[in-house]
């Protein structure tokens, strides 16, 4: 069984930067796809970011790029999206996530396992 929990998250200013964190129990392999996802207030569930375990591949929407960075250690089973230039917009609770085959990493019911969120909230 593999269990997730995020932390990190809080209230920033827009323009600040948080740091994710999603510390992984359980079963943990090189093939193993972790994503972050979020969900805004009024939103669906999207997709923000993946790496592939052994970190060679990383994939962003394209509001992540240029201003997230998602990354893992594997020696402690953690796996981190730092956030930098945060608007607004970006206020969601994150959801830390993996699957298992590498297919539809965007897609959200694609994943195995979930954390149980941490709040991200941007004021202006």
């Known amino acids: 069984q593999v269990q997730l929990v995020e932390s990190g998250g809080g209230l920033v200013q827009a323009g600040g930067s948080l740091r994710l964190s999603c510390a992984a129990s359980?079963?943990?392999?090189?093939?193993?796809?972790m994503g972050w996802f979020r969900q805004r207030p009024g939103k669906e569930r999207e997709f923000v970011a993946c790496i592939h375990w052994s970190g060679s591949f990383t994939y962003y929407a394209d509001s992540a790029k240029g201003r997230l960075t998602i990354s893992r250690d594997s020696a402690k089973a953690t796996v981190y999206l730092q956030m930098n230039s945060l608007k607004p917009e970006d206020t969601a609770v994150y959801y830390c996530?993996?699957?298992?085959?590498?297919?539809?990493?965007?897609?959200?019911?694609?994943?195995?396992?979930w954390g149980q969120g941490t709040q991200v909230t941007v004021s202006s």
């Open positions: 359980g079963r943990t392999s090189s093939g193993v796809v």
């Open positions: 996530a993996q699957k298992i085959v590498m297919n539809q990493i965007t897609t959200a019911q694609s994943y195995n396992y």
